[in-house]
């Protein structure tokens, strides 16, 4: 299992459009087989931060769902990102 996880930055005033533009990913992404969970959210203080969390049974099946990346005009609102590759090698109840 590996997770990807991590922020973004846009500009604050353009936060909510682009996280509306990500919609039809994100449905995309959770309906690929593989896919346990995937989000991009608002963080509630930082008015231009925005969470990134997927989850994935296999780096085989994430590379399949990946494609090209963002599309340009997403990727041109991003400012800033720090997002990182977890590679789990076991799972345990909190």
Request: some cysteine.
């Amino acid at each position: 299992m590996l997770i990807i996880a991590g922020s973004l930055r846009v500009e604050p005033a353009a936060r909510e459009a682009y996280l509306s533009g990500c919609a039809q990913v994100i449905a995309q992404a959770r309906a690929t087989a593989g896919c346990l969970d995937f989000l991009l959210a608002a963080d509630p203080l930082e008015p231009g931060r925005i969470h990134v969390y997927e989850r994935w049974e296999s780096a085989e099946q994430l590379a399949a769902f990946r494609g090209s990346g963002p599309e340009d005009a997403q990727e041109a609102a991003i400012l800033d990102a720090d997002v990182r590759r977890y590679l789990i090698a076991g799972v345990e109840a909190p």
